[in-house]
Protein backbone atom coordinates (compact mmCIF):
# COMPACT_ATOMS: atom_id res chain seq x y z
CA UNK A 1 0.00 0.00 0.00
CA UNK A 2 1.20 3.55 -0.71
CA UNK A 3 2.12 5.66 1.87
CA UNK A 4 1.42 9.03 2.84
CA UNK A 5 3.90 12.24 3.38
CA UNK A 6 7.00 9.81 2.39
CA UNK A 7 9.83 12.06 2.14
CA UNK A 8 13.94 10.88 1.31
CA UNK A 9 16.20 12.95 2.86
CA UNK A 10 19.63 12.93 1.79
CA UNK A 11 22.79 14.66 3.46
CA UNK A 12 26.71 14.36 4.12
CA UNK A 13 28.93 15.09 6.88
CA UNK A 14 32.34 15.14 7.88
CA UNK A 15 33.25 13.12 11.04
CA UNK A 16 35.14 14.85 13.61
CA UNK A 17 38.15 12.29 13.32
CA UNK A 18 38.24 9.35 11.84
CA UNK A 19 36.05 6.43 13.43
CA UNK A 20 36.83 2.75 14.15
CA UNK A 21 34.73 -0.16 12.87
CA UNK A 22 33.39 -0.42 16.40
CA UNK A 23 32.37 3.39 16.52
CA UNK A 24 30.66 3.13 13.25
CA UNK A 25 28.94 -0.33 15.07
CA UNK A 26 27.68 1.07 17.76
CA UNK A 27 26.05 4.38 15.55
CA UNK A 28 24.41 1.82 13.43
CA UNK A 29 23.17 -0.51 16.47
CA UNK A 30 21.20 2.29 17.34
CA UNK A 31 20.23 3.62 14.26
CA UNK A 32 18.89 0.33 13.62
CA UNK A 33 16.77 0.16 16.26
CA UNK A 34 15.32 3.34 16.52
CA UNK A 35 14.33 4.04 12.48
CA UNK A 36 12.71 0.08 12.60
CA UNK A 37 10.53 1.49 15.58
CA UNK A 38 9.44 4.76 13.56
CA UNK A 39 9.24 2.95 10.39
CA UNK A 40 12.60 4.82 8.83
CA UNK A 41 14.94 3.13 6.01
CA UNK A 42 17.98 4.32 4.46
CA UNK A 43 21.98 3.79 3.73
CA UNK A 44 24.53 5.32 5.30
CA UNK A 45 28.07 5.23 3.80
CA UNK A 46 31.55 6.04 4.96
CA UNK A 47 34.10 6.90 3.11
CA UNK A 48 37.61 8.73 4.53
CA UNK A 49 36.10 10.27 7.50
CA UNK A 50 32.76 10.99 5.82
CA UNK A 51 29.20 10.15 5.52
CA UNK A 52 26.48 10.23 3.17
CA UNK A 53 23.23 8.97 4.59
CA UNK A 54 19.88 8.63 2.82
CA UNK A 55 16.81 8.06 4.90
CA UNK A 56 13.50 7.72 4.18
CA UNK A 57 10.16 7.87 5.89
CA UNK A 58 7.07 9.89 7.36
CA UNK A 59 7.93 13.30 6.83
CA UNK A 60 7.56 14.18 10.60
CA UNK A 61 9.85 11.50 11.85
CA UNK A 62 12.68 11.91 9.40
CA UNK A 63 12.50 15.72 9.81
CA UNK A 64 12.78 15.25 13.80
CA UNK A 65 15.24 12.69 13.11
CA UNK A 66 17.63 14.79 11.15
CA UNK A 67 17.34 17.27 13.51
CA UNK A 68 18.93 14.87 16.51
CA UNK A 69 21.35 13.68 13.66
CA UNK A 70 22.60 17.37 13.75
CA UNK A 71 23.58 17.88 16.93
CA UNK A 72 25.40 14.81 17.00
CA UNK A 73 28.81 15.69 18.59
CA UNK A 74 30.61 13.17 16.69
CA UNK A 75 30.33 14.68 12.90
CA UNK A 76 30.11 18.22 11.51
CA UNK A 77 29.73 20.17 8.47
CA UNK A 78 26.49 18.47 7.36
CA UNK A 79 25.13 19.33 4.33
CA UNK A 80 21.96 18.35 3.31
CA UNK A 81 21.63 17.53 -0.46
CA UNK A 82 17.84 16.45 -1.03
CA UNK A 83 14.41 16.86 0.85
CA UNK A 84 12.04 15.18 -1.12
CA UNK A 85 8.96 13.59 -0.93
CA UNK A 86 8.74 10.48 -2.85
CA UNK A 87 6.29 7.76 -3.85
CA UNK A 88 7.95 4.78 -2.97
CA UNK A 89 11.11 4.09 -0.74
CA UNK A 90 14.19 3.14 -2.40
CA UNK A 91 15.80 1.10 0.96
CA UNK A 92 12.08 -0.49 1.84
CA UNK A 93 14.43 -3.19 3.42
CA UNK A 94 16.91 -1.47 5.42
CA UNK A 95 16.72 0.30 8.68
CA UNK A 96 20.15 1.60 7.74
CA UNK A 97 22.36 -0.46 5.33
CA UNK A 98 26.10 0.37 5.82
CA UNK A 99 28.34 0.23 3.05
CA UNK A 100 31.96 1.02 4.37
CA UNK A 101 33.44 2.16 1.15
CA UNK A 102 37.12 2.15 2.67
CA UNK A 103 36.97 -1.88 3.51
CA UNK A 104 34.39 -3.21 1.18
CA UNK A 105 33.82 -5.93 -1.19
CA UNK A 106 31.12 -4.89 -3.55
CA UNK A 107 29.65 -8.48 -3.87
CA UNK A 108 28.90 -8.26 -0.27
CA UNK A 109 26.17 -5.73 -1.02
CA UNK A 110 23.23 -7.14 -2.71
CA UNK A 111 21.91 -5.40 -4.94
CA UNK A 112 24.35 -2.45 -4.96
CA UNK A 113 27.25 -4.14 -6.19
CA UNK A 114 26.18 -2.83 -9.74
CA UNK A 115 25.97 0.60 -8.33
CA UNK A 116 29.25 0.80 -6.54
CA UNK A 117 31.21 -0.56 -9.94
CA UNK A 118 29.33 1.03 -12.62
CA UNK A 119 30.49 4.43 -14.30
CA UNK A 120 27.70 7.08 -13.92
CA UNK A 121 26.98 7.15 -17.15
CA UNK A 122 27.05 3.27 -17.96
CA UNK A 123 23.74 2.27 -19.07
CA UNK A 124 23.14 0.02 -15.97
CA UNK A 125 23.31 2.88 -13.73
CA UNK A 126 20.93 4.96 -16.22
CA UNK A 127 18.36 2.19 -15.23
CA UNK A 128 18.51 3.00 -11.99
CA UNK A 129 18.78 6.86 -12.14
CA UNK A 130 17.35 7.87 -9.16
CA UNK A 131 18.81 10.95 -7.28
CA UNK A 132 20.06 8.31 -3.86
CA UNK A 133 21.91 6.35 -6.38
CA UNK A 134 23.22 9.33 -8.27
CA UNK A 135 24.60 10.74 -4.93
CA UNK A 136 25.46 7.49 -3.53
CA UNK A 137 27.65 7.48 -6.98
CA UNK A 138 29.33 11.19 -6.60
CA UNK A 139 29.79 10.35 -3.38
CA UNK A 140 31.55 7.05 -4.14
CA UNK A 141 34.11 8.67 -6.89
CA UNK A 142 34.41 12.42 -5.28
CA UNK A 143 34.99 12.15 -1.66
CA UNK A 144 38.68 11.20 -0.44
C1 LIG B 1 26.46 9.80 10.64
C2 LIG B 1 25.38 9.50 11.63
C3 LIG B 1 24.21 8.88 11.22
C4 LIG B 1 23.20 8.58 12.12
N1 LIG B 1 22.05 7.98 11.69
C5 LIG B 1 21.07 7.71 12.57
C6 LIG B 1 19.87 7.07 12.14
O1 LIG B 1 19.66 6.74 10.97
N2 LIG B 1 18.92 6.81 13.08
C7 LIG B 1 19.09 7.15 14.39
O2 LIG B 1 18.19 6.89 15.20
N3 LIG B 1 20.22 7.73 14.83
C8 LIG B 1 21.21 8.02 13.94
N4 LIG B 1 22.36 8.61 14.39
C9 LIG B 1 22.54 8.81 15.83
C10 LIG B 1 21.78 10.02 16.35
O3 LIG B 1 22.53 11.19 16.09
C11 LIG B 1 21.54 9.87 17.88
O4 LIG B 1 22.77 9.71 18.54
C12 LIG B 1 20.68 8.65 18.18
O5 LIG B 1 19.51 8.70 17.41
C13 LIG B 1 20.29 8.60 19.64
O6 LIG B 1 19.55 9.73 19.96
P1 LIG B 1 18.91 9.93 21.42
O7 LIG B 1 20.07 9.89 22.38
O8 LIG B 1 18.24 11.27 21.33
O9 LIG B 1 17.98 8.78 21.60
C14 LIG B 1 23.39 8.91 13.49
C15 LIG B 1 24.56 9.54 13.90
C16 LIG B 1 25.57 9.83 12.99
C17 LIG B 1 26.83 10.49 13.46
Do not use: C
Not at 96 to 123: C, H, K, Q, R, W
Amino acid sequence: MAESNLIQLIYASSAWQLLTEDEIMAILEVSRRKNAERNITGILLYKDGNFLQVLEGDEEAVTSLYRTIERDQRHKGLILLAKRKIAEREFPDWSMGFVNLDTIDPASVPGYNNILNEPFSSTAFAQRPSLATKFIEVFRRNVR
